[in-house]
């Protein structure tokens, strides 16, 4: 845990990590509250569920647009109008009372969504050493995973408690602290888009972001049916209680997996790491087509999380080593854009299959959407290759010398 305990003595790590931290959480209340606001005003689980898929759909498909903005005008300026637009948006939904309308204000509330965790990534280079990179980003991995896990806890106790409003409202207020203490923050307002190289080749053209958008289709279904093969699964057996066991040891062990990540030696590359546990990715996704919901899934399920958040550590080190310059935020857009939109497409079939079929045959997509994202980075690897490289000592000092000691 040295290293851990090194990075957190570097400059505004503590500030990156705790003003985007409230943000974070809202967005892991966003989904649930949605669902429960517009099941209790409708009385349809069908026009919840589409809402959330609306809403998801719209926020991933502009994902990669919101990200260009930042790429072409920095972060200040556009934090700090997506920041209130969409808490506006939080509390207009939570006043809607009829369906057509709440539909609508959920498909403006995607298009409005701040890219707060895009903003975040490119942060990290600017004020630690290339050395603590590995580190920061499993820092990252493992706050997103905690605001991913107590998100959904906040959100459910709410919307179901005798004040079912305050889920979007709680949702509207820690945005508007997160979002806003973000746009607020020296190191936010002090980065510089970087100046696209002379040859630059776009995103859409650029090699070895294609790969990585075509693994991103494969992983974005397989986890969209699983988010709903899970409760669907639990609900058919008539222990629907089971699914937040089950979400919360994934959320527990992904927390855990990113942090190991972080603690992976320097000297082996980001390309090397990633295919290595993407492969133990691979066996490890096996056994959770053949358990039952219950302590077997727990256990499967947290297993599942835990290697998932370790491959996310260097997943954001090959996209930074391959990226084309001037694309710090567009590039996480875009490839956000179409695996979020795959991922929306998956959790709309994933309820239909597995109640056509099985929910085993849906969770059996999600293990084979893994291998065929292995097996797509594992031929296509030459494309990555910028990442399958060691800093030298030399790169390395000049990381730590332009490292500012300010502490803005």
């Known amino acids: 845990m040295k ?20 943000a974070r959480v809202a967005y892991g209340m966003v989904a649930l509250a949605i669902f429960f606001k517009t099941e209790q005003t409708t009385g349809s689980v069908a026009v919840a569920g589409l809402a959330i898929g609306i809403n998801s759909v719209a926020g991933a498909a502009t994902a990669g647009m919101r990200g260009s903005l930042m790429d072409r005008f920095g972060q200040k300026w556009p934090l700090r109008i997506f920041v209130p637009g969409y808490v506006a948006m939080l509390l207009v939904l939570n006043t809607m009372d009829n369906k057509n309308a709440i539909l609508l204000a959920a498909f403006f509330l995607g298009i409005t969504a701040p890219p707060i965790n895009l903003s975040v990534r490119p942060l990290w280079r600017m004020i630690v050493p290339e050395e603590y ?15 991913g896990v107590i998100g959904p806890v906040v959100a459910t ?15 509207a207020a820690l945005m508007a602290i997160g ?22 080749i776009s995103i859409w053209k650029n090699k070895a972001i294609q790969l990585l958008m075509i ?7 397989g986890w969209g049916v699983f988010d709903v093969a899970v409760p669907a699964f639990a609900t058919l057996e008539d222990v629907p209680h089971r699914t937040a066991w089950i979400l919360t040891a994934m959320g527990l062990g992904n927390i855990i997996g990113g942090l190991l990540g972080g603690l992976v ?18 066996f490890i996704s096996i056994p959770i087509i ?16 835990l290697v998932g958040g370790t491959i996310q550590v260097f997943y954001w080190e090959v996209m930074e080593a391959v990226r084309p310059k001037g694309s710090a935020v567009g590039m996480m857009g875009w490839i956000w854009t179409v695996e979020g939109t795959l991922m929306s497409i998956g959790a709309a079939a994933g309820g239909w299959i597995a109640e056509t079929f099985s929910p085993r045959f849906a969770l059996s997509i999600t293990t084979f959407t893994i291998i065929s994202g ?9 494309r990555l290759a910028a990442a399958d490289r060691i800093p030298t000592v030399e790169e390395d000092l000049a990381a730590m010398s332009n490292n500012s000691p300010s502490t803005k």
């Open 179 to 200: 979002g806003g203490a973000l746009a607020l923050t020296q190191v936010s307002r002090d980065w510089k888009p970087e100046k696209k190289d002379e040859n630059h």
């Open 290 to 305: 053949f358990t039952y919901p219950g302590w077997s899934m727990v256990i499967a399920g947290a297993f599942l999380g």
């Open 215 to 221: 693994e991103g289709c494969f992983i974005g279904f």
């Open 157 to 171: 106790s709410l919307a179901l408690s005798s004040h079912p409003g305050s889920a979007l409202s709680v949702a």
């Open 374 to 382: 292995f097996m797509i980075l594992n031929l296509g690897r030459k």
């Open 265 to 282: 030696s320097g000297k082996v590359s980001a390309l090397k790491a990633m295919r290595l546990t993407y492969l133990t990715w691979v």
């Open 133 to 147: 990179l590995r580190t920061a980003y499993a820092v990252d991995t493992s706050v997103m995973s905690t605001a």
């Open 3 to 22: 290293r851990y305990r090194e990075l957190f003595t570097i400059p505004n790590v503590w500030v990156l990590v705790l003003a985007a931290f409230p």
